[in-house]
């Protein structure tokens, strides 16, 4: 059973970079996918950034695509996203998921992921 731990939220200011990590344990396999989505109060988990296990490909989300970059180190089972000029609007409970090693659907769908992390805060003060 593949556990994740996401870490580095925190409160910052608009214009300001972070990185967030995501590591993962017990896992016995190979993923088709690790992903970032992000949440708000009162709205659907939203897509952020995908990368495939082979790292050839990454995937983003139209509102973040030049900001965020996406990376994972397989070897230390550890997948980061790197948030570059940070807006107000990208405040949300940041989320890793793992799509085990079987391909459920498209890598922005939810659904696609059977593994969820606990999320981590990130607040983007104006």
């Known amino acids: 059973q593949v556990q994740l731990v996401e870490s580095g939220g925190a409160v910052v200011q608009a214009g300001a970079s972070l990185r967030l990590s995501c590591a993962a344990s017990?896992?016995?396999?190979?993923?088709?996918?690790m992903a970032w989505f992000r949440q708000v109060p009162g709205k659907d988990r939203e897509f952020v950034a995908a990368i495939s296990w082979s790292l050839t490909r990454t995937y983003y989300a139209d509102s973040v695509k030049g900001r965020f970059t996406i990376a994972s180190n397989n070897a230390k089972n550890t997948t980061y996203l790197q948030l570059n000029r940070l807006k107000p609007e990208d405040t949300a409970v940041y989320y890793c998921a793992d799509t085990g090693p079987y391909y459920r659907g498209p890598h922005s769908n939810p659904t696609s992921y059977d593994t969820w992390g606990q999320g981590t805060q990130v607040t983007v003060s104006s």
């Open positions: 017990g896992r016995t396999s190979a993923s088709v996918a």
